[in-house]
């Protein structure tokens, strides 16, 4: 089993900024690959970026050139540094592990961005 627990998000302007966090723990692979996906009203879940644990990363074209995604291997963390951000950006974000064949969610944190 693996636990992800995710931080900081939160009410933000367009425009700003805000760093989401997730922590993983439990049994760890050391291969794995960790994501962030969102889910907006009404919409279905998509995934925003993702990066394996050998630093590959991907993300969605919406918000590429924006958002940045990161890991720590040393503490099983990934984050996600949302920059520029738009209304369209409003969704519930969660977090995704996933090795040899396993998958985990986090709960998710709210992000809205309003004036």
């Known amino acids: 089993q693996v636990q992800l627990v995710e931080s900081g998000g939160g009410l933000v302007q367009p425009g700003g900024s805000l760093r989401l966090s997730c922590a993983a723990s439990?049994?760890?692979?050391?291969?794995?690959?960790m994501a962030w996906y969102r889910q907006a009203p009404g919409k279905q879940r998509e995934l925003v970026a993702s990066?394996?644990?050998?630093?590959?990363?991907d993300y969605a074209d919406p918000v590429k050139g924006r958002f940045t995604i990161s890991r720590d291997n040393a503490k099983n963390t990934v984050y996600l540094q949302m920059n520029s951000l738009k209304p369209e950006d409003t969704a519930v974000y969660y977090c995704?592990?996933?090795?040899?064949?396993?998958?985990?969610w986090g709960q998710g944190t709210q992000v809205t961005v309003s004036s």
């Open positions: 439990g049994s760890i692979f050391s291969i794995n690959t």
């Open positions: 990066i394996t644990s050998g630093g590959r990363r």
């Open positions: 995704y592990y996933t090795s040899y064949g396993h998958f985990y």
